[in-house]
């Protein structure tokens, strides 16, 4: 029987500080019918990332804000339940941006589809997704690491730093990251293979990251900002190589002032931000090396996946404070 409903969440109102859950609303709405060229897909999975704090502001920022009242934007992967667009067929895997919803209509233009036998569909949502071309981008592009040197990852446990750091391993680099907890670092060293890795929770962290790194740091991937990359900033060797992708530490308001900014005059270091969706020519080279690596087994990956849609606006708000473990998705399989 074809459904006549879904659900999905929107945007009630825009958080001041931490996110809250009277910031969403959960709504049934009608299935849409697609289009000319349009399809109906029916979304397995939900991608949950940082970026989205930002967009809930309406602060001028790199991208539009999301709209009050409308449905909360992000990535999704799920199945084609109906085509008017001669690229896809009804049982198609794709992924798109359907956003906090079961089901979505999109422009056959907007969706690409995916190849399952290999690689599951929930990572396309990850490693061969955006954090992982996140990841690929800021290494290759901007860190520009040379065997040998040593890269520094924090946030080394997540979607985006995991993919860092192996990546770095792969080109013959000394691998360190930051996370936190001792569950975090075991996981950074014993399964994806970094050579060492900092608690940040663990009170240590300019001494600690002394000990990790005695040859100091070539290149940087930043996810975080606040104290973990002030601490890493007297450890820059001459002429590093900074790749400055998120700044998560300061998204609710945190503090996210540099400190040792002179750092970066002395060491000579070059600091770059950048957008990974402003660099769409060379997605189709990184998604397709980092599938390959992905189907090879030569890269890993860790899943938080909450339950269903009701469970969104709990696990985004633990994303944003480090309480998921990997890549923080939502099933909307049922």
């Not at 690229?87 to 209509?105: H, N, Q, R, S």
Request: glycine letters at 12%; charged letters at 20%; aromatic letters at 6%.
């Amino acid at each position: 029987m074809t459904r006549a409903t879904y659900q999905r969440i929107v945007l009630a109102a825009r958080p001041r500080g931490q996110v809250k859950e009277e910031n969403f609303r959960l709504e049934s709405v009608s299935v849409p019918v697609p289009g000319a060229g349009q399809v109906l897909v029916r979304n397995q999975f939900l991608s949950l990332d940082p970026y989205m704090r930002g967009r809930m502001s309406d602060a001028k920022s790199y991208a539009p804000p999301q709209a009050l009242d409308e449905t909360m934007l992000g990535a999704t992967a799920g199945e084609v339940v109906e085509s008017n667009h001669p690229g896809f067929a009804a049982g198609d895997k794709v992924v798109g941006m359907l956003g906090w919803a079961e089901m979505g209509v999109a422009d056959g233009a907007t969706l690409r589809k995916v190849d399952t036998r290999k690689i599951a569909l929930s990572a396309y949502l990850g490693v061969v997704g955006m954090p992982g071309m996140t990841a690929w981008y800021g290494l290759n592009h901007i860190m520009l690491p040379k065997a040998g040197e040593t890269i520094l990852v924090s946030a080394a446990s997540g979607a985006v730093g995991s993919v860092v750091g192996q990546l770095a391993k792969l080109k013959g680099c000394r691998a360190v990251g930051i996370a936190g907890g001792p569950d975090k670092c075991a996981y950074v060293v014993d399964e994806l293979g970094f050579d060492a890795c900092v608690d940040y929770k663990a009170g240590k962290l300019d001494a600690d990251l002394a000990v990790a790194a005695p040859a100091g740091i070539d290149a940087l991937f930043e996810n975080v900002g606040g104290a973990c990359f002030d601490a890493a900033l007297p450890l820059l060797n001459p002429f590093s190589r900074i790749a400055l992708c998120g700044l998560i530490a300061g998204y609710s308001g945190g503090d996210v002032a540099i400190r040792n900014i002179r750092y970066l005059l002395t060491s000579r270091v070059s600091l770059r931000g950048f957008i990974v969706t402003e660099h769409p020519d060379l997605w189709p080279q990184g998604l397709g090396e980092l599938g390959a690596l992905v189907a090879e087994g030569k890269i890993k990956y860790r899943e938080s996946v909450a339950p269903n849609l009701a469970a969104a606006p709990t696990a985004f708000i633990g994303l944003l404070s480090g309480k998921n473990f990997g890549k923080q998705l939502v099933s909307l399989a049922a």
